[in-house]
T-cell receptor
Framework: GAVVSQHPSWVICKSGTSVKIECRSL??????MFWYRQFPKQSLMLMAT?????????EQGVEKDKFLINHASLTLSTLTVTSAHPEDSSFYIC??????????FGSGTRLTVV | QQQVKQSPQSLIVQKGGISIINCAYE??????FPWYQQFPGKGPALLIA?????SEKKEGRFTISFNKSAKQFSLHIMDSQPGDSATYFC????????????FGGGTRLMVKP
């Protein structure tokens, strides 16, 4: 089946540094990747939609300069949290869509900013 | 973004009982209604999903009931087990258009032995 590999699974970084999260589609081509953020005991909230070869579309309230999304190939989408601060600590999850079939999720990345 | 409302927020069920979680949606363009199970520190895992052309779908102990006219759908977990204790999310999307999933607020289920 369609698998999305997400790395790292967890990361701790110092405030002010940047962190890159990668999502790779292993056995299919993901033209669209969705990036979600989930705070403790809350639901998944869509941050942005990335499309291969074009600029990402960000949801209202999500800073595009802070959460840089790159979808340079059909098998790789990355989310970079720039100048991370403690309030960015969260669980980040990517998801690819296979039209008429369903969605496949990465395993998530737990980001802790200290 | 809250186009899918889920209830209850938390649920305690005795082992062997039936767990029922309900969701309501607003967007009539939605054509795909999945339920996900999530354990702490893990990504959501698909349990079961339904399309609007059927009113019920059953897979093992899990059943989705779908009411298109009321724009509601629910998850029934029969013979609930302690291992079912997790957070459950309903979601909805226009899958045919390749759009994103919109999630409900989640239900924390605890099944007591």
């Amino acid at each position: 089946g369609a698998v999305v590999s997400q790395h790292p699974s967890w990361v701790i970084c110092k405030s002010g540094t940047s962190v890159k999260i990668e999502c790779r589609s292993l056995d299919f081509q993901a033209t669209t990747m969705f990036w979600y953020r989930q705070f403790p005991k809350q639901s998944l909230m869509l941050m942005a939609t990335s499309n291969e070869g074009s600029k990402a579309t960000y949801e209202q309230g999500v800073e595009k300069d802070k959460f840089l999304i790159n979808h340079a190939s059909l098998t790789l989408s990355t989310l970079t949290v720039t100048s991370a601060h403690p309030e960015d600590s969260s669980f980040y999850i990517c998801s690819a869509v296979l039209r008429d079939y369903g969605y496949t999720f990465g395993s998530g990345t737990r980001l802790t900013v200290v | 973004q809250q186009q899918v409302k889920q209830s209850p927020q938390s649920l305690i069920v005795q082992k062997g009982g039936i767990s029922i979680i309900n969701c309501a949606y607003e967007n009539t363009a939605f054509d795909y209604f999945p339920w996900y199970q999530q354990f702490p520190g893990k990504g959501p895992a698909l349990l079961i999903a339904i399309r609007p052309d059927v009113s019920e779908k059953k897979e093992g102990r899990f059943t989705i009931s779908f009411n298109k006219s009321a724009k509601q759908f629910s998850l029934h977990i029969m013979d609930s087990q302690p291992g079912d204790s997790a957070t459950y999310f309903c979601a909805a999307s226009n899958l045919n258009a390749g759009n994103m999933l919109t999630f409900g607020g989640g239900t924390r289920l605890m099944v007591k032995p």
